[in-house]
């Protein structure tokens, strides 16, 4: 395969590239999927229509807390978006020219730009253009990835700025020293970018740092360019977060709760990465290269001391619960919705799944850890390791799944690294072995008929294949692979069952990535058809309800879109909206209570859209005024 990839690599990406941009501009639902992305579009709208970071939503003129539709954070200044500005200045020329599907596009030609990216760290990491080309297929075919490249909310940007910070951090540990530096400098530059997209994007930094630490000639300084890169760009976002939240906290999403990015809500993972650093540094200032046996030592005195000093040991148990919960089985997560009686549990009516779930062949990527490596091989794994732990880490140790969707979004920015060591141990078994596209075809095969057995065999059908039928499949690939990396000198046929699951695990990847584009594009269309039919509702309206059902409100300075907030307050916004002239419209399971809290009010007719259905809330019969005295002939 390699001499196929070193002279039609390019027109394949170039192929799937083309494919990528002509369903996002032609085929892809101009829709949205859930509130985040209502905010998203909000502050795009907002940007492209007046320069502001401020959404207005008739804040100036109401103030009620409904208006804020959940994730619109007061300010000093009115109302902003709680995500960071990025993508909304940037999809704002797109939004102009385009509307809502220009934040499509963006999206797109983010996916565009992740497979030639993916390709350079796989040549990079192990110099082989078949690994390249084959880490962008399983990135494509064998990953939830797809799904985000037409959607509005910001992952594949954010996905691809993280990439790129990783791969110019590769770069610079193999450069020259003063190589490594302008490499560095990319890297900070990059991350300190993408934190002005998606705050998480800063995740990336400690595990670049500690790579540097690990393995770079001159760490200190390599490190130091790295942050003189990052700095202008946090002080940036400190400036943003100072207009938009009066907070100086680059990281900030303007909220009071501890949690997502307040750092107080993430005082553990903050502790244990300056723990990590501080212990890696001493380890390289004393140029100390421990053997095997006192590593093991390590590993006990870690295991005694997690077991004897409780805090220490709540961790570990956060960590191990978490890890299960969103690497390898989901049903345990936290979630309102009880287990279905075929033994499915649906997160907002979708069988949510697991990383390991959605992509079953990563537990083939155990086989790694007993494989004889070159020292290019370990220090590409142990950066990917690095990675994927510190940037897993936070939602981890909060076992924070994200809600509504099919798959682990947070975890978007890590697949094309798992792809990319996926078509390393790939390749590396089947020179091992002499096989490669027969044990993959048939692999695929098995795969399908399998998912169609147990859909029809299983009570639970194919969201039992995806939920539950995965997780088995994900334990014998991860037993498997790991025998194979121990015994498969001794054993050929070992390496070559890692390849059968490994794919197998590559075809169900596969069904499921179809299944949640499904599932994706099914809630798209619905919210498009409804806001296409909604939005010709009249001038100075209020929709109390559901918003992404009218992404054309923020465009409509006289029309504003609320959510249920506290119900006593909320009726008297509406008041005094219906008092000011408005036509207020309001979703069926709202309407009573607005009866009940409006005197005198009433339902009015109704609007529906499938599956869509508000009535409009009609304002108390005004008394006619006192009529004149009849005249008299007197």
Request: proline share 7%; charged share 10%.
């Amino acid at each position: 395969m390699n001499r196929f990839a070193e002279r039609y690599g390019t027109v394949v990406l170039i192929a799937i590239a083309a494919g990528i941009l002509i369903y996002a501009g032609a085929f892809a639902p101009v829709g949205l999927k859930l509130i985040d992305e209502v905010i998203y579009n909000a502050a795009a709208v907002s940007f492209a229509d007046r320069g502001a970071l401020i959404v207005e939503n008739g804040w100036d003129r109401f103030g009620a807390d409904a208006l804020r539709i959940n994730f619109l954070v007061p300010g000093p200044h009115g109302l902003a978006s709680q995500y960071p500005p990025g993508a909304a200045v940037l999809g704002a020329p797109l939004q102009r020219l385009f509307g809502l599907q220009g934040l499509i596009l963006l999206n797109a030609l983010a996916a565009m730009a992740t497979l030639f990216v993916t390709r350079a760290v796989a040549r990079s990491a192990f110099g082989r253009e078949d690994v390249a080309l084959s880490a962008v297929l399983l990135l494509v075919l064998a990953s939830f990835w797809v799904e985000y490249a037409f959607g509005i909310w910001p992952h594949s940007l954010g996905t691809l700025m993280v990439l790129i910070a990783f791969w110019a951090g590769l770069r610079g540990l193999a450069a020259d020293p003063a190589a490594a530096l302008r490499w560095a400098v990319l890297a900070g530059s990059v991350a300190g970018a993408g934190l002005l997209i998606r705050a998480d994007t800063v995740l990336i930094v400690p595990a670049l740092a500690a790579a540097a630490i690990l393995f770079a000639p001159r760490p200190w300084s390599m490190i130091g360019a790295g942050l003189a890169g990052l700095a202008p760009f946090v002080a940036l976002a400190s400036w943003v977060n100072h207009y938009k939240f009066d907070r100086w906290n680059p990281l900030t999403y303007g909220l009071d709760k501890p949690g997502g990015v307040e750092l107080s809500g993430h005082v553990p993972v903050i502790l244990l990465v300056a723990g990590a650093f501080l212990c890696l540094a001493v380890a390289r200032g004393l140029r100390w290269q421990p053997g095997r046996g006192p590593w093991i030592l390590l590993a006990g005195a870690a295991a005694a001391l997690a077991l004897l000093v409780p805090p220490v040991r709540a961790l570990v148990i956060a960590y191990g619960q978490g890890f299960f919960g969103l690497v390898v089985d989901a049903k345990p997560l936290p979630n309102f919705e009880p287990t279905e009686w075929n033994g499915v549990v649906y997160f907002w009516e979708l069988p949510k799944k697991a990383l390991g779930q959605n992509m079953p062949w990563i537990g083939c990527l155990l086989g790694a850890v007993f494989l004889p490596l070159t020292a290019r091989e370990r220090r590409v794994l142990i950066l990917c390791a690095l990675a994927a732990f510190v940037w897993t880490l936070p939602f981890i140790l909060r076992s924070w799944h994200g809600n509504y969707g099919a798959n682990m979004r947070y975890f978007l920015p890590l697949l094309p690294l798992l792809a990319v060591v996926g078509a390393w141990l790939w390749h590396r078994l089947a020179d091992m072995t002499g096989a490669g596209g027969l044990v993959l075809g048939l692999g695929a095969i098995y795969a399908g008929g399998l998912a169609a057995l147990w859909s029809v065999l299983h009570a639970s059908g194919f969201d039992g294949a995806q939920q539950i039928m995965s997780t088995h499949v994900l334990t014998a690939s991860a037993g498997i692979a790991l025998a194979a990396g121990w015994g498969a000198r001794r054993v050929p046929r070992l390496a070559i069952g890692t390849q059968f699951m490994f794919a197998i695990g590559v075809g169900l990847a596969l069904l499921f990535a179809v299944q949640d584009i499904r599932y994706d594009r099914t809630n798209r269309q619905g919210t498009a058809i409804a806001a296409a039919t909604f939005a010709g509702l009249p001038p100075r309206s209020v929709y109390y309800g559901r918003p992404e059902l009218f992404p054309s409100f923020f465009a409509r300075p006289d029309s504003h879109l609320a959510m249920p907030y506290a119900y006593r307050r909320d009726a008297a916004f509406l008041s005094e909206a219906l008092d000011q002239g408005y036509r207020v419209y309001v979703e069926p399971e709202h309407l009573q209570q607005m009866l009940t809290l409006i005197p005198g009010s009433m339902p009015g007719p109704y609007q529906v859209s499938g599956y869509y259905l508000f009535h409009e809330l009609l304002p108390p019969p005004r008394p006619a005024p006192d009529s004149p005295p009849p005249a008299t002939d007197e």
